[in-house]
């Protein structure tokens, strides 16, 4: 069974409860359509039911009807999620009025049902812009213990089954964090080896990327890899890591071998941490169209709760596959 498949089989057994807060969204209502007749997760959709209703029998889609629908103008918790919001964030200027209307954004409410635990994951992004559905996210669910920032990973299925993970290659920060400190960027390798175990399946070997392999050239922007490369070790010294490589050095064996004699990592890696998020977006979007490779993500990591953007040119099955992902990583997978 493909890795995608084995994602959703998985999430069938947990039954979680995922935020679509963009119902009436073509591919979004379909995708729920879809996960509910698969048993995928439970789904909630947040909008007007009446719009729903009317978006679901426009589309022919039979399964809508078992979705719970929370209405963000008009529904019995509103009152108890502006106090959890204002409790929040008081001390940033956060007003009652301030938050009787943002409770009324769809991308706000969701955030705010999975911090009263009334849901357990949110999915967003078919229509918003990355910055949207993450601010709320930020702001509410913020990070979980031990890490301050949050990162994007990217499950990079490529048909060369020689490099990786019989071609399967983790690629992070690709969506999220724009210039991160050593320290971030050790949080984010760390964070990366979590969702590699999680959701790939399989015992992480990062190579921590840069343009100099162990000290071919001298710059700061090095420094940042290496200081970051010891500072994940100090993190969790379980995990296999390397750094600073080439992107050759990293997944060729011979030039590995050559560049980084003795290293564990040159040459096997199946996890790529890229030294920016400039990097990492401009190399998961090159492997993706000039290699074919199939990108699932983003998965993003270093939340308190799952919540996952989509890119806003996803398809009904994108969203179905990050429904499953969300569902398994809110059951601590
Ligand atoms: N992790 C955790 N919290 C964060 C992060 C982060 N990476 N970045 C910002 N925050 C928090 C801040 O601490 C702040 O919290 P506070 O209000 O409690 O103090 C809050 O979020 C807002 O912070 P700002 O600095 O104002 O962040 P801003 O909203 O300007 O930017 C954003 C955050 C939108 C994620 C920005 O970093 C960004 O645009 N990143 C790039 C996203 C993107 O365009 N990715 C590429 C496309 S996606 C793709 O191709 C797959």
Redesign the pocket.
């Known amino acids: 069974m493909d890795l995608l498949n084995k994602i959703k089989d998985s999430a069938k057994k947990y039954n979680k409860r995922i935020i679509l807060p963009e119902s009436t969204e073509e591919r979004t209502i379909t995708a729920a359509d879809e996960i509910i007749k698969e048993g995928i997760a439970q789904i909630i959709l947040i909008g007007n039911p009446k719009e729903i209703k009317n978006k679901a029998k426009e589309l022919n889609l039979s399964n809508i009807d078992k979705a719970i629908i929370i209405d963000p103008k008009n529904n019995n918790k509103k009152e108890e999620y502006i106090d959890l919001m204002v409790d929040i964030?008081k001390k940033?200027g956060l007003t009652r009025e301030k938050a009787a209307k943002l409770i009324e954004d769809p991308l706000f409410l969701a955030t705010i049902m999975i911090k009263n635990g009334d849901a357990d994951g949110e999915v967003a992004g078919a229509e918003n812009?990355?910055?949207d559905v993450?601010?709320p996210a930020?702001?509410y669910v913020?990070?979980k213990p031990g890490f301050?920032?949050?990162?994007?990973a990217?499950l990079m299925i490529l048909k060369d089954k020689n490099f990786g993970e019989d071609g399967l290659l983790v690629f992070a920060d690709?969506?999220?964090?724009?210039n991160p400190t050593d320290k971030e960027l050790a949080e984010i390798a760390v964070a990366t080896g979590e969702t590699t175990r999680a959701i790939a399946g399989f015992e992480p070997r990062i190579a921590m990327l840069s343009f100099s392999t162990k000290g071919s050239a001298v710059h700061e922007m090095v420094d940042k890899v290496v200081n970051a490369t010891r500072m994940a070790k100090e993190m969790d010294p379980s995990l296999k890591i390397d750094g600073e490589l080439q992107a050759d050095a990293a997944i060729i064996e011979a030039i590995g071998q050559k560049k980084a004699p003795g290293s564990e990592i040159a040459g096997k890696a199946n996890v790529l941490v890229f030294p920016t998020?400039e990097t990492g977006?401009i190399a998961?979007?090159l492997v993706q169209r000039l290699a074919g490779a199939e990108a699932v993500?983003?998965i993003l990591q270093?939340?308190a709760a799952p919540i996952n953007?989509l890119?806003r040119g996803c398809s009904v099955s994108d969203i179905v596959n990050l429904v499953a992902i969300t569902a398994n990583q809110a059951a601590g997978n």
């Open positions: 964030r940033k812009a990355t910055g993450l601010r930020f702001q913020k990070t301050s920032v949050v990162s994007g990217f690709c969506a999220v964090h724009p998020l977006n998961y979007k993500g983003p270093g939340m953007d890119s």
